[in-house]
């Protein structure tokens, strides 16, 4: 059983930046490909960013791009989310989820969250003045 605990999350005046950590246990995170997504108020849940499972292929949503890196450490089990540019509309809880790759260190990313099979508990992430 994977478990996920997501940290980093606080809140910046607009142009600030942050950097999300997702800490995996249970497992290697050499199956699984790691997503972000996000929720604000009053709204669904969106997919934010994506890496695969041996790292090479990431995905970014079009709000994002330019702004945000995904990133891995393997030493460290983790997968990171360093956010710049940070905006009033970025504002929400910040979830990570973790998609079971069949293949170790497969490429595929998946970008509905109904793939995921592991979530975070969630960090909140406020761009505020």
């Known amino acids: 059983q994977l478990q996920l605990v997501e940290s980093g999350g606080g809140l910046v005046q607009p142009g600030g930046s942050l950097r999300l950590s997702c800490a995996a246990s249970?497992?290697?995170?050499?199956?699984?490909?790691i997503g972000w997504f996000r929720q604000a108020p009053g709204k669904e849940r969106e997919g934010v960013s994506v890496i695969c499972a041996n790292g090479e292929n990431t995905h970014y949503a079009d709000s994002v791009k330019g702004r945000f890196t995904i990133s891995k450490n393997r030493a460290k089990n983790t997968v990171y989310l360093q956010m710049n540019g940070l905006k009033p509309e970025d504002t929400g809880v910040y979830y990570c989820?973790?998609?079971?790759?069949?293949?170790?260190?497969?490429?595929?990313?998946?970008?509905?969250?109904?793939?995921?099979?592991?979530w975070g508990q969630g960090t909140q992430v406020t761009a505020s003045s």
């Open positions: 989820g973790a998609h079971i790759d069949p293949r170790e260190e497969g490429d595929y990313v998946p970008l509905d969250e109904f793939e995921y099979d592991y």
């Open positions: 249970g497992n290697t995170l050499n199956y699984y490909a």
